[in-house]
């Protein structure tokens, strides 16, 4: 048996021949961390092996190479924490769609289980010579929640949810510069308390309804 197995994976071969045994899920999971802590430059498979419990044979053999595997995590990554952004589109006001986008940021930031920042601010500003297509990944994903959110607010300024005087586009904008401020705030140690009140101090200036 190869050395880097884990016992885990070894108690689930007993007899030769036997489908290896392991929460995909978890294993998943594990790495998404090792990716949100390290960059993805950062993260060897040796890490990576080591948090999902995995041997290298069965990282490659159920996830691909390490490019296929973030491109599985990140997946895991907005359906687990990044949902919140998509059931904001769906609030009814322009309002209501920046409160549920802050608090659902905040929320996130506070959540003593994951990771300070955002995997996609990371991977989106920092990455190493030959991970650009990683880095394209990344970005074409933000321009997609970008022109969702722009759309959204292109549909309020139709609703009247605001002063015809502001542009929806450049409201979208503020919004979003507003979350991703938020996570590298809370990134860079800011505590819960300043955060919610960056919060709060927003929304009492927000425009309309």
């Not at 040796?46 to 069965?58: K, N, V, Y």
């Not at 995997?119 to 970008?146: C, L, Q």
């Not at 549909?155 to 929806?168: E, S």
């Amino acid at each position: 048996m190869n050395s880097d197995t884990s016992s885990a994976e070894q108690a689930g071969q007993k007899t030769p021949g036997r489908p290896r045994q392991f929460d995909r899920d978890a294993a998943l999971a594990a790495a998404m961390r090792v990716f949100w802590v390290h960059g993805y430059a950062g993260a060897s498979i040796a890490t990576l092996i080591d948090a999902m419990g995995i041997s290298r044979a069965t990282l490659y053999a159920s996830f691909g190479d390490k490019e296929h595997l973030f491109r599985h995590v990140m997946d895991l990554y907005e359906r687990e924490k990044t949902a919140y952004m998509l059931d904001a589109l769906d609030q009814p006001t322009a309002r209501r769609v920046a409160e549920h986008l802050l608090r659902g940021t905040l929320d996130l930031q506070t959540d003593t289980a994951t990771p300070k920042g955002s995997m996609g601010i990371v991977h989106s500003v920092s990455y190493a010579p030959g991970d650009e297509r990683i880095h394209e990944f990344v970005t074409e994903r933000g321009r997609f929640w970008r022109a969702k959110l722009l759309e959204r607010f292109e549909q309020a300024a139709r609703d009247g949810d605001f002063p015809a005087t502001y542009d929806p586009h450049g409201l979208a904008m503020l919004l979003k510069s507003a979350t991703d401020g938020l996570l590298v705030a809370a990134s860079s140690g800011v505590s819960e308390q300043d955060l919610d009140k960056v919060v709060s101090t927003f929304l009492k200036m927000w425009p309309g309804r």
